[in-house]
Nanobody, 121 residues
């Protein structure tokens, strides 16, 4: 399974961005897709996850009501719509795939490269 994240950029506080993650290969192995982020000097943090059939979603409290995770299985794409961005959202964002449901990065065996999101105040 290969994952390719894109869509990051430099925005101002309050702006929106949509990240995309393209999956290829044996995607049938993936049950959940997640987004994680890592700011300089900090540990990687869970942001959001979605099950393969989109019946389950989960968010870290700090992004609830601002971020929305979705997926298009026909196109093997997962999105993270980020609205109301704040400077504290600045981080490298990673998409990841797991064969099970969870929030821990250790449960995700497939990782894409990071895409940088920088939010200026």
């Amino acid at each position: 399974v290969q994952l390719q994240a894109s869509g990051g950029g430099l925005v101002q506080a309050g702006d929106s961005l949509r990240l995309s993650c393209a999956a290829s290969g044996r995607t049938s192995r993936i049950y959940a897709m997640g987004w994680f982020r890592q700011a300089p000097g900090k540990e990687r943090e869970f942001v959001a996850a979605i099950s393969w059939d989109a019946t389950k979603t989960n968010y870290v409290d700090s992004v609830k009501g601002r971020f929305t995770i979705s997926r298009d299985n026909a196109k093997n794409l997962v999105y993270l719509q980020m609205n109301g961005l704040k400077p504290e959202d600045t981080a490298a964002y990673y998409c990841a795939g797991s064969s099970k449901w969870g929030r821990s990065s250790s449960e995700y065996g497939y990782w894409g490269q990071g895409t940088q999101v920088t939010v200026s105040s």
